[in-house]
């Protein structure tokens, strides 16, 4: 017998028990294992660890397969919790940045959104002020038209007694009165010296033209000024080969034509020269002036018409 032989011989004496020992301590160890596992059941979230297992206790194939899925729950729960962790941080860092883009937008939008209030309150304010200056601007277009038309009148009505003698030739050493004097006993006017108050050339509208300039006559009433009309139209009625003409008032060489007119204003002149020229395209046969008055007609057999202002040329159509 060698030594090994003798060392496993004394061992298996020294270990050996007696069976009602070995049964108790069985029995002992048996619940030592429930114990333990009643403990793992109690402590589900809590990992077990080689300490709370007895190395001699005998454990099921049930028992160790819910102490593995016990701890791989705590290990993944764990892991789980970790990932999160680091997710959120990974978030955070990549979110901070559109975090603040998003605060500078909302603080861009709350600055423009009072912006557009005030600039609303501007506009509604600028709104009022606008209908206010074009009620006001209603109101003076009115007036300046009220005043207007009151300008004119009175301006016709200061020329009420003068005649306007157009066409004349200009001649440095010219005697007006004397050339309007012959011109009143041609045409059998009862006009003569002591009713005539003022005699003058004046200004062209169009300096550029060749026209020479009318001449006004100034009577002493209007009666004298319609008198004086009325012979010259008579004239050129019963003289219509030869109506009046420069060398009627003594004026040498070529017959040049005089017309003899109311003396109107400026604005009355002008509205005149625009009645003739569309009476001229609609072919209206009749263009005359009574009393600063401007008056048209188509024909013998139709009415007349009073063209009192620009809008009343629409009339002649």
Known sequence: MGLDDNYSSSRRAVS??????????????DNTVRSNLLTVANKKSTPITSTDLNPESSLTREDVSYIVQ??????????????NDAMMNALNIKLNPFREEIRDLVNSMEYMNSRF????????????????LVKENEHLKT????????IDHMEQ????????????????NENLLNMVLQLTGAIGSEVNESHILNCTRVAKMRREGNRPRSIIVELCTPRYRDEFLTCALKYNKLNSGQKLNSTIIGISGNPVPIYI?????????????????????????FVWVRNGRIFVRKNEKSQFLWIKNTCSLDKII
Not at 117 to 132: C, G, L, N, P, R
Not at 157 to 172: D, G, Y
Request: charged fraction near 30%.
């Open 70 to 83: 016990d701890i791989m729950q705590s290990q993944f729960d764990l892991m789980l919790t970790k990932m």
């Open 117 to 132: 209030e005030d600039i609303s309150k501007e506009h509604k304010y600028t709104q009022e002020q606008v209908a206010i």
């Open 16 to 29: 050996w028990i007696c069976q009602t020992c070995s049964n108790n301590k069985a029995k002992k160890n």
């Open 143 to 150: 007036t300046v038209s009220d005043l207007s038309n009151r």
């Open 261 to 285: 007119c109311e003396h109107l204003s400026p604005t009355n002149k002008a509205l005149h020269a625009a009645a003739r020229m569309k009476a001229k395209q609609h072919k209206y046969k």
């Open 157 to 172: 009505h200061s020329r009420s007694k003068n005649i306007e003698i157009q066409c004349v030739p200009e001649n440095k």
